[in-house]
């Protein structure tokens, strides 16, 4: 697609405030393939007096009718799918493949989702001699990540569009043009003017000004705990509310029941996944003492098939910063089995696939969040030393538990400190709640638990 040389703000697009830019690079030959406008705070105020105006109509819109836009926005998406893949992949660098079964696929799944919800929530109870009613918190100021460009912005929009909130939306400056495909979408859709806008710029300008607006009734934010920390202390200054998806470093624990062949195929895979970039990844291997060789020898095998399937990583910043992590690892005494840190392509923001073995739990490579397509596997001699190694980071995003039969990994699951656990290798689902204990986050997205973020509760007694 074509960038827009304005912001969408109001049901139109309109001249940014500044004259600065931003330009856009794919990350897979480092070539610039357009440039946005860099948002100054005089942008989000624009776009926060939209949202504040087009407020008082979207909340008093009837929940039917706001299903029947976000279902028209999910057709959108679904008109749009290939435009929408082919876009992600020249601004991320994933995969077409990928592009069109996760970053394309997965957002119109969690659309249609809002659609239904919005339709069938109960924004009314009776309780006792009381009437509880679930309203819109108001405007929503939504800062999303770069990593699945498209996903995030529809977690956030579509339930607080389902609630009857107004949204502002600051994308992340390295994916920009797919949140610029998203607003031409919300206007095709017929989605009122005002109910989204969209600012582009950088996270210290354009975020900032939004996160702190006193016009933002909530801050909905994704991305790394540093920056989650800064935006919770703002918003708590303010008496904001907000919503926090942060970092993790999520464990995949193979119990020795399991079958080992599928959990460590499995596990590097999804790892491997989106070139390491995704907070939820199971980037610890938690294996038996009596498997760990043969556990080693399969992911170092599973890993090389993925050579010239993973994409590069999203800029030259990260590209570095991986590889650096790499380079600890080895210095701190963990060996490598497969990839490393050398380049595998003279040109683009490429890691190999890499996967350590000898990993102890208080490594960096075993604590801190890598963001990069590589593997810790870690030793355990028994089931309180894994769990104890499983909770012990300050994530709680998510994790996996392999065992013969579900009621075993459940048993394990129910142990760990994390807000999602995938049981045997379980599949996606758009509405399970989706989110963290611990330095992992606030709140949840997903489903209608994901919708209750946006709502705040009033009472009525007869």
Same mark, same amino acid.
């Given at each position: 697609?074509?960038?827009?040389?304005?912001?969408?703000?109001?049901? =139109?697009?309109?001249?940014?405030?500044?004259?600065?830019?931003?330009?856009?690079?794919?990350?897979?030959?480092?070539?610039?393939?357009?440039?946005?406008? $860099?948002?100054?705070? =005089?942008? %989000?105020?624009?776009?926060?007096?939209?949202?504040?105006?087009?407020?008082?109509?979207?909340?008093?819109? &009837?929940?039917?009718?706001?299903?029947?836009?976000?279902?028209?926005?999910?057709?959108?998406?679904?008109?749009?799918?290939?435009?929408? /893949?082919?876009?992600?992949?020249?601004?991320?660098? +994933?995969?077409?493949?990928?592009?069109?079964?996760?970053?394309?696929?997965?957002?119109?799944?969690?659309?249609?989702?809002?659609?239904?919800?919005?339709?069938?929530?109960?924004?009314?109870?009776?309780?006792?001699?009381? @009437?509880?009613?679930?309203?819109?918190?108001?405007?929503?100021?939504?800062?999303?990540?770069?990593?699945?460009?498209? *996903?995030?912005?529809?977690?956030?929009?579509?339930?607080?569009?389902? /609630?009857?909130?107004?949204?502002?939306?600051? &994308?992340? #400056?390295?994916?920009?043009?797919?949140?610029?495909?998203? +607003?031409?979408?919300?206007?095709?859709?017929?989605?009122?003017?005002?109910?989204?806008?969209? %600012?582009?710029?950088?996270?210290?300008?354009?975020?900032? /000004?939004? /996160?702190? *607006? &006193?016009?933002?009734?909530?801050?909905?934010?994704?991305?790394?705990?540093?920056?989650?920390?800064?935006?919770?202390?703002?918003?708590?200054?303010?008496?904001?509310?907000? $919503?926090?998806?942060?970092?993790?470093?999520?464990?995949?624990?193979?119990?020795?029941?399991?079958?080992? +062949?599928? $959990? !460590?195929? !499995?596990?590097?895979?999804?790892?491997?996944?989106?070139?390491?970039?995704?907070?939820?990844?199971?980037?610890?291997?938690?294996?038996?003492?009596?498997?760990?060789?043969?556990? %080693?020898?399969?992911?170092?095998?599973?890993?090389?098939?993925?050579?010239?399937?993973?994409?590069?990583?999203?800029?030259?910043?990260?590209?570095?910063?991986?590889?650096?992590?790499?380079?600890?690892?080895?210095?701190?005494?963990?060996?490598?089995?497969?990839?490393?840190?050398?380049?595998?392509?003279?040109?683009?923001?490429?890691?190999?696939?890499?996967?350590?073995?000898?990993?102890?739990?208080?490594?960096?490579?075993?604590?801190?969040?890598?963001?990069?397509?590589?593997?810790?596997?870690?030793?355990?001699?028994? #089931?309180?030393? $894994?769990?104890?190694?499983?909770?012990? @980071? !300050?994530?709680?995003?998510?994790?996996?538990?392999?065992?013969?039969?579900?009621?075993?990994?459940?048993?394990?699951?129910?142990?760990?400190?994390?807000?999602?656990?995938?049981?045997?290798?379980?599949?996606?689902? &758009?509405?399970?709640?989706?989110?963290?204990?611990?330095?992992?986050?606030?709140?949840?997205?997903?489903?209608?638990?994901?919708?209750? =973020?946006?709502?705040?509760?009033?009472?009525?007694?007869?």
């Amino acid at each position: 697609m074509k960038a827009h040389e304005g912001m969408y703000i109001g049901g =139109e697009w309109r001249a940014a405030a500044g004259g600065d830019t931003i330009a856009v690079v794919n990350p897979a030959d480092e070539q610039v393939i357009g440039h946005v406008p $860099a948002g100054i705070p =005089e942008d %989000v105020d624009a776009a926060v007096f939209a949202a504040h105006e087009a407020f008082p109509a979207w909340a008093a819109t &009837p929940p039917a009718e706001r299903a029947a836009k976000i279902a028209a926005l999910r057709d959108v998406l679904v008109a749009r799918k290939d435009e929408i /893949a082919e876009t992600v992949t020249a601004e991320l660098g +994933a995969p077409l493949p990928f592009s069109q079964m996760v970053h394309a696929g997965v957002p119109i799944l969690v659309a249609g989702s809002y659609a239904e919800l919005a339709a069938s929530y109960a924004f009314e109870e009776k309780v006792g001699n009381s @009437t509880v009613y679930a309203e819109p918190v108001g405007v929503v100021g939504a800062i999303t990540p770069w990593n699945y460009p498209l *996903h995030q912005i529809v977690a956030k929009v579509a339930p607080a569009l389902a /609630a009857g909130c107004t949204v502002v939306l600051k &994308p992340a #400056e390295d994916t920009p043009l797919t949140a610029q495909l998203f +607003a031409e979408a919300v206007h095709e859709a017929g989605i009122p003017a005002g109910v989204f806008n969209l %600012v582009t710029g950088l996270g210290p300008v354009a975020g900032q /000004a939004l /996160a702190e *607006h &006193p016009g933002v009734d909530l801050v909905s934010f994704t991305g790394s705990t540093a920056v989650g920390k800064q935006i919770g202390a703002t918003a708590g200054a303010a008496v904001k509310r907000v $919503a926090l998806e942060l970092g993790g470093k999520s464990a995949n624990v193979i119990l020795p029941s399991a079958d080992l +062949a599928k $959990a !460590v195929g !499995v596990g590097i895979a999804n790892v491997m996944g989106n070139s390491g970039q995704t907070c939820s990844a199971w980037t610890r291997m938690l294996v038996h003492t009596t498997q760990y060789d043969e556990a %080693v020898a399969l992911a170092a095998e599973a890993a090389a098939k993925y050579g010239d399937r993973i994409g590069p990583l999203v800029n030259a910043k990260q590209h570095a910063r991986v590889r650096g992590y790499i380079d600890k690892g080895v210095a701190e005494g963990a060996r490598l089995v497969a990839g490393g840190s050398e380049a595998p392509r003279e040109q683009g923001y490429f890691v190999s696939p890499t996967v350590f073995a000898d990993v102890t739990p208080e490594m960096t490579i075993a604590q801190e969040e890598i963001f990069g397509p590589v593997v810790s596997i870690i030793r355990y001699e028994d #089931e309180d030393e $894994a769990l104890r190694i499983a909770n012990g @980071t !300050v994530y709680g995003l998510a994790g996996a538990v392999w065992a013969a039969d579900d009621a075993e990994a459940v048993a394990f699951a129910r142990r760990m400190d994390t807000g999602q656990v995938d049981i045997n290798g379980g599949r996606f689902n &758009p509405l399970a709640p989706f989110g963290g204990y611990k330095q992992s986050g606030v709140g949840r997205e997903l489903g209608a638990h994901g919708l209750s =973020e946006y709502l705040q509760t009033k009472s009525l007694q007869f």
